[in-house]
């Protein structure tokens, strides 16, 4: 059967804060011009907002540009940050620190990241945006000049075993005059225009943290809306780069995250397991205690900054938001800037529109956003994140001089160095034995992902792929212990063996998989490669 083709403007793939604030502010421009725009929106979740995951305190400076008067429409920004503590932890204490200025959130809303996008969804919507959520844009299409002609999204009804099914339905291919990339961190289409197009050649390579996070409905008396905690410390070693966040929102409801970054070295670590243990403190537990766990998830996150951001634009097709690495670590804030990026390429793509044929290269974005507050913003934070690859107290004393004395205007810049070469071998690490889960604070992988609403369609081909089925063997487990058992946070991976013990192999449970694309980055020899699945499958975070 051949596909359908439908013919757009602009085509964006992925219904994120950058995705939809391009889509946004492309028909704002539209309208004020008197000129006709169509844009379409491409989201591989059920819904807007079901795989959006965030912390999330939200800078609304983007949001104030995108739509000055937001507070008056409804948008759901409405528990204001009002205490911010950041906490040194050991493992039967708390020390209050002093709070950095970039973790300072005056002016900033404690709210669900996902609900936002809702809200931003439903704005597009009335602006004329074509909002397609439940397809999983699968393929890049190009023109016979090497230019993005669109993509296409993946069929519908495919077998495991790769035929059609009664149920076969092909993809729709979607061309448009531009193409804009908001996948989120990790961006599966990304990661072939990166190869495709050498995007990454003048960059240090990305680097990535996994954030676990819960949504809890916790005690009224212990409920203080607009309170922010972050912690360092325990249950991390001093050689790995990582910490907590607990935020007090409206409703009794608190959201509380662990995120490790993923250059972290001992494979026995698993970063699932330490956000139970940090749960299981004194000076955390009792917030738990007496409550209700209501949701669970994890996300990838861009951590390497300034100098790991790629090149922006390709002949078709443009860069925004997590997909090209615009998250300020130091802050713990990325909304505001993918916003702004999309913004900016919006604009960058409206003019380009107006004067060049379909497939030109709208460098013009990548100078735009060079004389935007965005650029500068992560170019004076460039150094912090990479100074911890030497452990946290080099981090923190080295965090200091950048924040208090350099100020940003250090003549050096810290490198950044890929995340799955940081891995030891197993026989050179200290085990770490984890505490068996209580059901009332901690809990296990299963019951966890059993509250993330994840569901698939069982019979399709598997979206977790392996370049060489050999290697979790020969490799992985040999060398490593098996890694990816343990920096999956939804139980996907698991080594299975005979009665006797002997015939390890390895089962892949893609039926539990939440997207957080941690196995496509910390694989030792990056044989797994993580493909959309079938559109709408995967996780459906309510309030996430």
Known sequence: MEREAMEFDVVVVGAGPSGLASAIRLKQLAAAAG????????????????????????????????FPDWRAEGAPLVTAAREDSLLFLTAEGAVRLPTPPQMRNHGNYIASLGNLCRWLGAKAEALGVEVFAGFAAAEVLYREDGSVKGVATGDMGVGKDGQPTANYAPGVELHARQTIFAEGCRGSLTKTLVDRFALAKDCDPQTYGIGVKELWEVDPARHRPGTVIHTIGWPLEADTYGGSFLYHLEDNQVAVGFVVGLDYANPHLSPFDEFQRFKTHPAIRPLFEGGRRIAYGARALSEGGFQSIPKLTVPGGVLVGD???????????????????????????????????????????????????????????????PSFHRGLWFGLAYSALETYLLRGKAPWTLRNHADHTQLKKAAECTKIAYPKPDGVVSFDKLSSVFVSNTNHEENQPPHLRLADPRVPISVNLALYDAPEQRYCPAGVYEIVRDEDGANPRLQINAQNCVHCKTCDIKDPTQNITWVVPEGGGGPNYPNM
């Open 35 to 66: 000129a006709e725009l169509s844009v379409c929106v491409l989201e591989k979740g059920s819904e807007v907002g079901a795989h959006i995951l965030s912390g999330a305190v939200i800078e609304p400076r983007a949001l104030d540009e995108l």
């Open 323 to 385: 997909t090209a690495g615009f998250l300020n670590v130091p802050k713990i804030k990325g909304t505001h800037t993918a916003m702004k990026s999309g913004m900016v390429a919006a604009e960058a793509v409206f003019e380009a529109l107006g004067r060049d044929g379909a497939g030109a290269e709208v460098s013009e974005y990548a100078l735009r956003l060079e004389r935007s507050w965005v650029w500068e913003e992560l170019r004076r934070v460039r150094n912090i994140r």
